[in-house]
């Protein structure tokens, strides 16, 4: 039951996303009232490490004066003006440059939106565009993989390959198909490798493509990880093998690095990870630490050509938000980028990324854990009731939620996954100390979980 007046107040006013209303009623909100470092605090005091960076996205934390300053020297100057229509201003620009130098692959241009959705939504539209100003019109279809998750707006929702982003909405949108999702321990059929699921995975795209007719796919969007569908990491081929694909029938690929990007997988984008040349590519969350909302869209030469020259031809590109490139937003982006170089964030991910994986791999054993997975400081265990058989509990028995609780009263404030899968994806800043705590504050739940389960037969 509501603890204090603001949870009260909550519950009368406010609805929140991806909540359960009426359990929100019966049990209030955790109402979160400051943050620092890779802690945030409650407003009965209590402090905890968010263990995944608020939505995988608070890179540098949850306090930086430096990202306060630009954003307060910004307002002062210029707090707001649009980018519509030639319009422009310093900190798009800068933001712009930025983006384009540390591409994974030489990118031409960056367009900006304010979420990950948005930003979607806008590569959608600029595939669609660009097809029809090279003149192939039919080149629609798009492509992404079950438990992709790419959004919630109509277009990224459609993107997204998760039954509660599509029921009841009249979604996907027609012309969006998904494939194959590269979960080996759970897709892999007995008896198959890890590489001949890879060519499956590949072969299944492959169909999908002929099926469709490849004259009719225009691109296939993906998360170098998937996050919010499970934290799948694909097999060691499996992007050669599906861009082998892409690039035998001129499918134009996406990178969301929405999470990905800015080093959380231990290279700068997930891109340079696992070899993904994309020819459009989005980013958010860390692009501004999240200290403001701001997404990105790059697109390479060959398709800004061709949007340049449609927008010339058959008239503008009728698409924007009165945000686009907003310039406090942008001013703390453009800063956040040099807190990056400055400390070198890839470097400090791959130097604490080995303990959280090294954890990860430890808890693989624990009699509740199935599957344990991750690659840079982006991972996930899977809790099942049956290791050999990798069977799930019953959805009904919320295990991970359990877990969740158990992991909150340990001081940690953890996301659980679809699956009863538990993520870890932690500000990108979290020191070799905070990693040890994070993983025996896990440990120590599972542990207690484990104990309750046996009492309870
Ligand atoms: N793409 C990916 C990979 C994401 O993880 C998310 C959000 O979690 C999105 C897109 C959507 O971003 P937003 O919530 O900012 O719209």
Not at 38 to 57: K, M, N
Not at 58 to 64: C, E, R, V
Request: glycine share 8%.
């Amino acid at each position: 039951p509501p603890r204090n007046s603001s949870a009260t107040r909550d519950i009368a006013t406010a609805m929140h996303p991806y909540t359960d209303a009426r359990a929100h009623e019966a049990n209030g909100p955790m109402i979160i009232t400051r943050g620092e470092g890779v802690r945030v605090w409650d407003d009965q005091g209590r402090s905890y490490i968010d263990t995944v960076a608020g939505l995988w996205c608070a890179a540098l934390g949850f306090s930086n004066e430096r990202l306060v300053q630009a954003a307060t020297a910004q307002m002062r100057k210029l707090p707001f003006y649009h980018a519509f229509t030639s319009k422009s201003h310093e900190p798009l620009i800068d933001l712009s440059e930025m983006l384009v130098e540390r591409a994974p692959v030489p990118m031409s241009k960056a367009f900006f939106c304010n979420s990950g959705s948005e930003a979607n939504d806008t590569a959608v539209k600029m595939i669609w565009y660009y097809n029809n100003a090279v003149g192939r019109p039919q080149k629609k279809k798009i492509i992404s993989r079950v438990k992709g998750y790419h959004g919630v707006t109509v277009a990224s929702a459609s993107l997204t390959g998760l039954p509660a982003n599509h029921k009841l909405f009249d979604l996907p949108i027609a012309g969006v198909f998904h494939t194959t999702t590269p979960h080996y321990y759970h897709e892999g059929r007995p008896g198959e490798s890890e590489e001949e699921f890879a060519t499956r995975c590949a072969s299944d795209l492959e169909e999908l493509i002929l099926r469709e007719g490849p004259e009719t796919v225009a691109a296939m969007f993906m998360e170098p990880v998937m996050g919010a569908g499970g934290v799948i990491v694909p097999p060691k081929t499996y992007y050669e093998k599906i861009q082998a694909v892409l690039k035998k029938y001129d499918v134009l690929i996406v990178a969301d690095e929405v999470i990905c990007g800015f080093g959380r997988t231990g290279e700068y984008w997930g891109c340079t990870t696992f070899g993904i040349e994309p020819d459009i590519l989005t980013c958010a969350k860390a692009l501004s630490s999240s200290f403001l909302p701001i997404s990105g869209v790059l697109v390479n030469d060959k398709v800004y050509q061709g949007l340049a020259d449609g927008s010339h031809t058959i008239g503008t590109f009728g698409h924007g938000y009165t945000y686009s490139g907003h310039p406090v937003s942008a001013a703390v982006a453009v800063e956040t980028l040099k807190i990056y170089d400055e400390m070198d964030i890839v470097g400090h991910v791959k130097k604490v990324a080995p303990l959280m994986q090294a954890g990860i791999q430890k808890l693989a054993s624990h009699p509740l854990v199935g599957d344990a997975r991750g690659v840079g400081l982006i991972g996930a265990i899977e809790l099942v009731e049956d290791k050999a058989a990798k069977k799930n509990f019953d959805p009904a028995r919320k295990i991970a939620a359990r877990a969740q609780k158990l992991c909150e009263a340990e001081g940690l404030i953890m996301r659980i996954l679809p699956g009863d899968g538990i993520a870890f994806s932690p500000p990108l800043v979290i020191n070799e100390e905070e990693v040890a705590l994070m993983m025996n504050g896990v440990t120590n739940a599972l542990d207690k979980l484990a104990v309750e389960l046996r009492r309870e037969g």
